[in-house]
């Protein structure tokens, strides 16, 4: 293989492999090439990325690689995840969002109960948005986050105050919201980035959560 085809796959992989990174093993591994010509790529391709003034770069954390975004743009990153219009949420967040919604304070452990499978993924996403926060500690072993909604949260659906909340048994109905939300931003011709299709109208944490659930 190339070298410059072998970078290509190099951040491809990297790319999949997201925040848990890939151990340079790993890559050797799946591009079926040596270490030591992984390595060497990888260190290549850190200094090519820096002299183009790229966006993105490749770090090394305990041995892993992994793609980042560069510290000095944080504020920009900030500002986009502290807009909540700018994105559709999963339908996984939504249905975390409506358990803590009705059941707040509640831990995580809690909501997890409930949906069946794991939410840190999409408790993530809700706090970056704003939607939530963490509003104390629980008793017991470990004292875990208790979560709540925000002012945020009650902007984003139109409340005026929980008491205006549709009734819990609707649960299901916050996608059919969202969906409207969306609906509206396109007759606009204001398409949030980050919509999904409709294919992709799906619990965000896939086949792997479900199987987990099982």
């Known amino acids: 293989m190339k070298r410059e085809t072998l970078k290509a796959v190099i951040e491809g992989l ?4 997201g925040e848990e990174g890939l151990k340079p093993a790993e890559i050797a591994e799946a591009t079926e090439e ?21 966006g993105i770069q490749i770090v090394e954390v305990a041995q ?16 986009l995840a502290q807009s909540p219009t700018r994105s559709q949420l999963s339908r996984a967040a939504l249905e975390t969002l409506a358990i803590i ?5 509640i831990i995580r452990a809690d ?18 948005k704003g939607l939530i926060k963490e509003v104390g500690r629980a008793d017991g072993a470990g004292r875990p986050i208790l979560y709540g909604t925000t002012r945020e949260f009650l902007e984003y659906f139109g409340l ?12 299901f109905n916050w996608a059919e ?38």
């Open 64 to 79: 892993v690689y992994q793609l980042t975004t560069l510290p000095e743009h944080r504020i920009y990153y900030e500002k």
């Open 14 to 17: 990297l790319f999949a492999a």
């Open 160 to 171: 005026k105050s929980l008491e205006e909340l549709p009734a819990p048994d609707s649960i």
């Open 111 to 128: 909501v997890e109960e409930i949906r069946g499978v794991k939410s840190e993924k999409a408790l993530t996403q809700l706090k970056r």
């Open 34 to 54: 040596k270490l030591a010509v992984i390595k060497e790529l990888i260190q290549e391709m850190q200094r090519e990325w820096k002299e183009q003034g790229r």
């Open 101 to 105: 919604a009705y059941r707040q304070p």
């Open 177 to 214: 919201m969202e969906a409207e939300r969306q609906e509206l931003f396109q007759r606009l011709g204001v398409e949030p980035e980050g919509a999904l299709s409709e294919e992709e109208w799906t619990d965000e944490e896939g086949t792997a959560a479900g199987s987990e659930a099982g």
